[in-house]
Structures are given as C-alpha cells and as structure tokens.
C-alpha cells in the first residue's frame, strides 16, 4: 500500500472514531432498544433481531415503578461499541 493511502485511511479511521465518540454518551451503560435503535440509524425492529441473532447482547432488568416490578429489555455499551467499530472497520 502506498503512504499517501495509508495517510488517507488512518484520516478516515479518526473520523469515524471522532463520530462513533460523539454518538454513545460516556456514562450509559445501557441502552433502550429504541436509544440503541437512533444510534445505528435502524428500526428498533432491526435492533431486537441483532439481538436474537447474538449480534449485540441484552439483557433484561429488573425495573420497579409505582410498587411495580417490571422487566425491561436493555442493550450494553459495550456491543454496541463492538458492532460501531466493526461496521467501521467493514466500510473500509
């Protein structure tokens, strides 16, 4: 590969990191399926098949409102990073 198109590749990979960066709030752990959703720019849909085909890992939670206890579907930081980066990697 020549210099001038690993310069322009490791260009490219800073801004995708620059933009994944922007897209996943430092402090959430975890992630509605409609929040995970907006991230990728895909239907929630889409998101809850991901998570059926082990693309990107779930959990459900434990969630008391108004005395009662309810389970939630809830998406983890870090898959979601793994699936950005690896996208990244595939457009590339």
Do not use: Y
Request: hydrophobic share 40%; charged share 35%; aromatic share 4%.
């Amino acid at each position: 590969m020549k210099d001038k198109e690993k310069q322009i590749i490791g260009k490219i990979r800073q801004v995708v990191k620059e933009e994944l960066a922007g897209k996943i709030p430092d402090l959430k752990q975890w992630f509605k399926v409609e929040e995970a959703a907006s991230i990728f720019a895909v239907s929630s849909d889409t998101i809850r098949n991901w998570m059926d085909a082990g693309t990107l890992e779930a959990r459900m939670i434990n969630c008391k409102r108004n005395k009662t206890l309810r389970k939630h579907v809830r998406v983890t930081r870090e898959s979601i990073v793994k699936l950005l980066n690896d996208r990244s990697r595939q457009a590339l």
